[in-house]
């Protein structure tokens, strides 16, 4: 079992920058695959970024966002700059053993946390 907090969203202007935190708890956390997915109201959930011992991310957030993970802290990041107003959603961290880009491959999702970019 792995329980995931999310942290570190908040309200900012086109251009700026802003780094999630996900702390996790539960056993074993280096052998998960944690992934980032972000809701905006009225569409579907999507897949942001993945880190295994290589990253993945969708093109919309390519040369954008960087996806790390400290083992030693339980934790992964997500830093996000030059950030759109498209980029405005509920950003969730989520765990899985196999860890694809879709939301089934994942079982432990946290709550989310909110980023709106607006002027």
């Known amino acids: 079992q792995v329980q995931l907090v999310e942290s570190g969203g908040g309200l900012v202007q086109p251009g700026d920058s802003l780094r999630l935190s996900c702390a996790a708890s539960g056993r074993s956390f280096s052998t998960y695959v944690m992934a980032w997915f972000r809701q905006a109201p009225g569409q579907e959930r999507e897949f942001v970024a993945r880190?295994?011992?290589?990253?993945t991310y969708a093109d919309s957030v390519k040369g954008r966002f960087t996806i790390s993970r400290d083992n030693a802290k339980n934790t992964v990041y997500l830093q996000m700059n030059s950030l759109k107003p498209e980029d405005t959603a509920n950003y969730y961290c989520?765990?899985?053993?196999?860890?694809?880009?879709?939301?089934?491959?994942?079982?432990?999702w946290g709550q989310g946390t909110q980023v709106t970019v607006s002027s």
């Open positions: 989520a765990a899985g053993g196999f860890g694809g880009t879709k939301m089934e491959d994942y079982a432990y």
């Open positions: 880190i295994r011992s290589y990253t």
